[in-house]
């Protein structure tokens, strides 16, 4: 069964959006694990807009399942990530103004870099993941940078799935099995939803997790959030 990581910065949001502590992400991710997922995935970005680094650290103690902590390396990222000791950390090149992560790692550009900080995390005993494009060459890179696992950038793929889907899964399915093949384990995230979740996992070999926030929480509001975690695990059987 593929692992479903809940995404709770959007919870943070709607709190940020008032400045008190409605809703509490603390509680939020404590309800997710008992609806069914089966890691909670935080996105502290610099400018702490979604989650904090403090959210990050009181949850650390309070997360019985897979606490994944994803972000750009900056230094104070690092030392977050080294300090609460999470059972992944997942790279995410992304720019201090972009509204959400919108392009996987040149492991190539920056190899010398990702080495340096994915041996730092490994050291610690924090599985590492790099969010990157599906690209064999860019994933040969990846590997040869000694990361753990690959995440798939999927936003190319939700945005063609409506189109062709077939057309859509092709790159991913062939990346994916190119990264198995090296021994890496696969990850998945990024405009994954209830409608094009399934078919990814089905054609996606060795896909080991994903990670869903957005259309997850925007679901919970019609249908609860223990409903659509629920619906969620079920495209991933
Ligand atoms: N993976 C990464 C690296 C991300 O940055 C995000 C968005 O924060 C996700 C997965 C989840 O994407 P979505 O919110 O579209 O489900």
């Given at each position: 069964m593929v692992k479903l990581s809940v995404n709770i910065n959007k919870i943070a949001t709607i709190r940020n959006?008032?400045?008190?502590?409605?809703?509490?992400v603390l509680t939020a991710a404590m309800n997710c694990e008992r609806f069914g997922a089966d890691g909670i995935t935080v996105h502290p970005r610099p400018d702490e807009r979604h989650i904090t680094y403090k959210d990050v650290l009181n949850l650390r103690p309070l997360i019985t399942t897979e606490f994944n902590i994803e972000g750009n390396p900056i230094s104070s990222f690092i030392d977050l990530v080294l300090s609460v000791k999470p059972h992944q950390v997942t790279l995410v090149p992304d720019?201090?103004?972009?509204i959400t992560s919108n392009a996987g790692w040149n492991t190539i550009k920056y190899k010398d870099f990702l080495k340096d900080v994915i041996s730092a995390f490994k050291e610690c005993g924090i599985r590492t993941s790099i969010f990157i494009d599906p690209d064999k060459i860019l994933i040969d890179h990846a590997f040869e940078i000694g990361t753990d696992r690959i995440e798939l950038y999927t936003e190319p793929y939700a945005k063609n799935y409506s189109k062709n889907r077939d057309d859509a899964i092709n790159l991913f399915a062939e990346a994916a099995d190119h990264a198995s093949k090296l021994g890496l384990g696969i990850n998945a995230g990024h405009d994954l939803n209830l409608e094009n979740l399934k078919y990814f996992k089905q054609n996606?070999?060795?896909?080991?997790e994903v990670s869903i926030g957005h259309a997850l929480i925007c679901d919970a509001l019609y249908l609860g959030l223990e409903n659509t975690i629920q619906m969620y695990k079920r495209e991933l059987k």
């Open positions: 959006a008032r400045g008190g502590n409605m809703p509490d720019a201090h103004d972009a996606i070999n060795g896909l080991l």
